[in-house]
Nanobody, 117 residues
Framework: QVQLVESGGGLVQPGGSLRLSCAAS????????MGWYRQAPGKQRELVAG???????NYGDSVKGRFTISRDNAKNTVYLQMNSLKPEDTAVYYC???????????WGQGTQVTVSS
């Protein structure tokens, strides 16, 4: 059983910053990928950023240069540093975890990020 617990969402003004965290617990295999998707009202879920256990990262085009993903393998935790936030970043952000060799993804409960003045 795998559980993902997210934290760090909230309300921030345009141009501000937030840091999201996602801690995984349970049966965690060492070779895995963690990251974030987001879903805004009326829109499809989109990839924000991902990082594999070896450290390689990938980002959605809309967040490149503004968001940074990192992970602490010892803590099974992934972080998303979000800078220069825009109103269009407003969404529910979902943490995910996937294991090497499997297409199944585990999901967190989601955390709301609202960018508004």
């Amino acid at each position: 059983q795998v559980q993902l617990v997210e934290s760090g969402g909230g309300l921030v003004q345009p141009g501000g910053s937030l840091r999201l965290s996602c801690a995984a617990s349970g049966s965690i295999f060492s070779r895995n990928a963690m990251g974030w998707y987001r879903q805004a009202p009326g829109k499809q879920r989109e990839l924000v950023a991902g990082v594999i256990s070896g450290g390689n990262t990938n980002y959605g085009d809309s967040v490149k240069g503004r968001f940074t993903i990192s992970r602490d393998n010892a803590k099974n935790t992934v972080y998303l540093q979000m800078n220069s936030l825009k109103p269009e970043d407003t969404a529910v952000y979902y943490c995910y975890l996937g294991f090497n060799g499997s297409t199944h993804l585990y999901w967190g409960q989601g955390t709301q990020v609202t960018v508004s003045s």
